[in-house]
């Protein structure tokens, strides 16, 4: 454990493969200069009247660039020097009565004011040399990773295979098994820099990718490596680390291809695009709205070939890359799926099941530590070979934190410190299993009444 001055050090990012350099006109952008103008006329319509700087910082060109810009919109007449200042960069733009005109008519067709998008085929060419595989995952890395689990040897290795083939991981089994806890610890194991695009522009289509929820920004300072100090990247990118997004039971079919806001008219990138060169989890396969084949279906495609199709409204299809660590986790066996097709392409299927005696009072042992509540032996005893062996329940790794934290609950509310005695347990293990059957004990009593109001667990 490091302390003092040395804990507080963080170690630099390296910066991905690649150049981000400002572009030196629009044909290097790879932009047309009808998108750029009406980018412009809207920023100038939402903020007023900017300076060159200003200009070049919300629209996330160069400032030479804009300048042939907004010459040429100046003698368009449709920006204005209102004022002069002292210097050059003191200058300040507004709209005419004319490109107030057409910056409503630029607002008409689509509501975007942001930084300007990068071309689709710079978009492709990026997430190729930020792949997701570069680098192997060492088993120093994966341990690393899955240290806070209890896991038998065996599995972590398969694991580290799994990761290094780059190929879907299928993981499977009870509910309570641990399968989301696993998928959680095992994203750590990517790590690195990637950039992403504020947007990419499809045909005159704004698409917007950067999604702070989903992407974590990277403070420049840290980033080492390949960045040139003497030359700014191309502000139209985000540094950020390796994303991880995380689909569950909310997950539609209409969520995996572009969003079109009716009223903003562009588009918002589905959850796969935001998480290329990096991870997707699909967490509780079989409890959408969609059938599990019906979603399976949708990804032969993008598993098998490592791209994805998407359509524009105007039935425009194009082709973008699929660099994905996919992660599914499922209580449905591989064998319920009724898709051989499908089956064949899950590269690494593992099934989780009920821990041992020794590991699950690890966990225990754990769950305790992380709820902050004392643990002793007596109480591991009591629940393994009293509740377990009455109930027949599966020793599964869920269930340890679930009753510790109940019990803890349960004291903050009678402000008293928290126990683990038997009585305790017991009317954990009630309200968690909605027991109704013909156990006794004190405990038990007022556990089964609970139950009885319909209430249980803290969940009506």
Known sequence: MLSGAAATQVEPIRLPPGSIHPPASLEAAGLSSSLVIDLALKHLQRSGDLSIGEMSAQVALPMPVLEKLLG??????????????????????????????????????????????????????????????????????????????????????TLGA?????????LYGNSGAGKTWLAEHLVRVIEGAIWVPYAIEVDGEIVQVFDPMMHRRIDGTRASGSLDRARQPDARWVLCHRPVVKLGGEMTLEMMDLELDPMARFYKAPAQL?????????????????????????????????????????????????DVMVIFSSNLSPASLDDPAFVRRLGYK???????????????????????VAHDDASADYL??????????????????????????????????????PDALRWAWSLYFADEGDATGPGHAAGRGACNTGISGGTQ
Request: one cysteine or more.
């Open 72 to 157: 040429f919109l100046r003698a368009e007449r449709l920006v204005e020097v209102p004022r002069r200042g002292s210097f050059d960069a003191d200058v300040r733009y507004a709209l005419t009565e004319l490109g107030r005109v057409r910056a409503e008519e630029a607002l008409r067709r689509n509501q975007y004011v942001g930084p300007a998008p990068v071309s689709l085929s710079d978009y492709v060419a990026q997430v190729g040399r930020q792949h997701v595989a570069d680098g192997r995952v060492t088993p120093a890395r994966l341990e690393a990773a899955l240290r806070p689990l209890v896991l038998p040897p065996d599995l972590v290795a």
């Open 350 to 372: 593992i099934r989780l099941d009920a821990l041992d005696e020794a590991s699950y009072r690890r966990v225990f042992r754990q769950a305790c530590a992380r709820a902050g």
């Open 162 to 170: 799994a990761v290094n083939s780059q190929r879907p991981i299928f």
């Open 274 to 322: 935001k998480a290329n060169n990096g991870v997707l989890v699909f967490d509780d396969l079989g409890r959408q709205r969609s059938s599990a084949r019906q979603i399976l279906n949708r990804w032969i495609v993008p598993l098998d070939r490592r791209v994805d199709y998407l359509s524009l409204h105007t039935g425009m299809s194009f082709q973008v890359p699929f």
């Open 384 to 421: 393994v070979r009293v509740l377990h062996a009455e109930s027949g329940m599966p020793l599964l790794a869920a269930y340890p934190f679930d009753l510790v934290t109940k019990v803890r609950d349960r004291a903050a509310y009678e402000g008293s410190e928290p126990r683990l005695t």
